[in-house]
C-alpha cells in the first residue's frame, strides 16, 4: 500500500520546477538540506505555523515509496517523524497537484486527501 506525503509550495515555485522537470525546494529546504514534507495527519499544523496567511499555495501529494532511500523518517516537531527527501523531487513523482487557498478565517481550506 502506498503512503502519500505533502508538500506545501507557492504556485510560483511549482510552477518554474515543472518548466525544469525538478523541484529543488523552497528557501528553507535548501537551507536546511533537504525538502520538507507533511504526513496526512502533520499537514494542517504545518500549515498553520509555516504558511499562515499565505495564498496561492498548491498541495503537492506524492507517493513515498517512489522516493526510494532518499526519503527519510526524522523526528522534527515533538519528537513525530516527519518526512525528508535528500534529492531533488522530479515533477513527474506528484501524484497529484491541487490549490491550498485561503478561507475567510485566514485558515487553508484543504482538498480531499485521497
Known amino acids: 500500500m502506498s503512503q502519500l506525503i505533502y508538500k506545501i509550495a507557492p504556485r510560483a515555485l511549482w510552477h518554474a520546477a515543472e518548466a525544469k522537470g525538478v523541484f529543488d525546494g523552497a528557501p528553507v529546504d535548501l537551507a536546511d538540506g533537504y ?10 499544523e504545518t500549515a498553520a505555523k509555516h504558511f499562515a496567511g499565505q495564498d496561492d499555495l498548491l498541495l503537492i501529494a506524492v507517493d513515498a515509496a517512489a522516493l526510494g532511500d532518499s526519503l527519510r523518517f526524522e523526528p522534527s516537531r515533538g519528537g513525530a517523524l516527519f518526512p525528508h527527501l535528500y534529492a531533488a523531487l522530479p515533477v513527474n513523482a506528484a ?6 487557498p485561503l478561507g475567510g478565517d485566514g485558515r487553508h481550506i484543504f482538498p480531499d486527501l485521497s
Open 35 to 44: 525538502i520538507h514534507f507533511s504526513t496526512a495527519g502533520q499537514l494542517h
Open 95 to 100: 501524484a497529484w497537484v491541487r490549490p491550498l
